[in-house]
């Protein structure tokens, strides 16, 4: 179980696509105080947990409701999860500077900045894959984990950004993308090959 929840942890975690999230906070909150930047920190985590659980929760609804196969959503994450991780090996950024007024915790923040359509989907999968009480909590505090840390980076986002600059962020969003990839990959593998063994 330890195993499981270090491998929940770990492709949750890229999944998250932190160091673009990080990029994207820092430049969405330019013209906010200390004060400001923490509570939106704490309000944009606690918004991707309340997302996260309904999603992963929503899991086998979803494909009864559309009889939809959980190999053939694994393919279509995948495709979404490779376009990301194109978008973050490319350099795609959102480097807008936000209005104090407006609250951007949940949106764009959360959603989709943080939760977007391929995290979606791959906590749908995760969702639809657990068996058993013992292994969905594992997932699940694997995934709250994953979250947490992406939570504390926000936290000490001015920090972290004078540690490893704006250079370094960019190299490990890019690095973050290639994860991405290998994910996309093996997810579309275990996809077909679910159906070819039909």
Known sequence: MLTLYVTTFLKFFFLLTPFFVLST?????????????????????????????????????????????????????????????????SGGQLDEAADEDRDIAVVPLAIPVTVGPATT???????????????????????????VLVGAFLLGSVHLERLVKRQGLVILSKVTGLILAALAAQLIMVGVQAFLRR
């Open 25 to 89: 906070f820092l430049a969405m909150t330019r013209n906010f105080t200390a004060a400001e930047r923490g509570l939106l920190a704490v309000k944009t985590t606690g918004a991707v947990l309340i997302v996260a659980l309904v999603i992963f929760g929503a899991g086998n609804f979803v494909f009864q409701v559309f009889g939809i196969t959980l190999d053939a959503f694994r393919i279509g994450t995948g495709v979404l999860l490779f376009l990301t991780a194109i978008q973050l090996v």
């Open 121 to 147: 989907g791959a906590l749908l999968v995760m969702g639809g894959e657990a068996h058993g009480f013992t292994e969905l909590v594992v997932i699940l505090a694997g995934i709250l984990s994953a979250i």
